[in-house]
């Protein structure tokens, strides 16, 4: 079956980066896209980018340009996120999800990114 | 960008109440919406593709319609485990998606 399976929980302090890692497996690796997906109190749910695993393509929100880098290794079936430049306000739950053509249906867990100093 | 706007932000409803759920986008998106399920403490789940078209699975009380700009989610009796919050996302702009920001069900 499908799984996304992404890392740990994060403490960054205004201005650091970090990196969330999802690991996929259950499915050709190449054969869907992955997007990234914030949710915070305020916002709610903001897409902001996806990857094809395949090419490595990337299309990022414009609200995340700049800021943002989707990248993956298809060695270990995994797609990374890493957002630069943390604001107080980047506090988040940050979720990956496939894309199996238009649909988001398989999501992993999240990861909570705290960005306090 | 199209923004997609969802109303009530909260329902009070009671067990076994028929709800509906509304949802209306910026610009026309055809029926290329999407209705998802949030749980405390869990990733969204989808339930409703294309406007209308249930994802396997989910239960025959939840059906999607509308097209354009203006789009409904209703649950035809309400059970104890629909009380989340729905989001309603477009994908007329594949692969870039908006969502809208929830309406929380909650017991009366």
């Known amino acids: 079956q499908v799984r996304l399976v992404q890392s740990g929980a994060e403490v960054k302090k205004p201005g650091a980066s970090v990196k969330v890692s999802c690991k996929a497996s259950g499915y050709t690796f190449t054969n869907y896209h992955i997007h990234w997906v914030r949710q915070t109190p305020r916002q709610g749910l903001e897409w902001m980018g996806m990857i094809n695993p395949s090419g490595g393509t990337t299309d990022y929100a414009q609200k995340f340009q700049g800021r943002v880098t989707m990248t993956r290794d298809t060695s270990t079936s995994t797609v990374y996120m890493e957002l630069s430049s943390l604001r107080s306000d980047d506090t988040a739950m940050f979720y990956c999800?496939?894309?199996?053509?238009?649909?988001?249906?398989?999501w992993g867990q999240g990861t909570l990114v705290t960005v306090s100093s | 960008e199209i923004v997609m706007t969802q109303s009530p932000a909260t329902l009070s409803v009671s067990p076994g109440e028929r709800v509906t759920l509304s949802c209306r986008a910026s610009?026309?998106?055809?029926?290329?919406l999407a209705w998802y399920q949030q749980k405390p403490g869990r990733a969204p789940r989808l339930l409703i593709y294309?406007?209308?078209s249930r994802v396997t699975g989910i239960p025959a009380r939840f059906s999607g319609s509308g097209s354009g700009t203006d789009f409904t989610l209703t649950i035809s009796s309400l059970q104890s485990e629909d009380f989340a919050v729905y989001y309603c996302?477009?994908?007329?702009?594949?692969?870039?998606?908006?969502f809208g920001q929830g309406t929380k069900l909650e017991i009366k």
């Open positions: 610009q026309s998106i055809s029926i290329n």
């Open positions: 294309g406007a209308s």
């Open positions: 999800a496939v894309a199996r053509g238009i649909r988001l249906d398989y």
């Open positions: 996302q477009q994908h007329n702009t594949w692969p870039r998606y908006s």
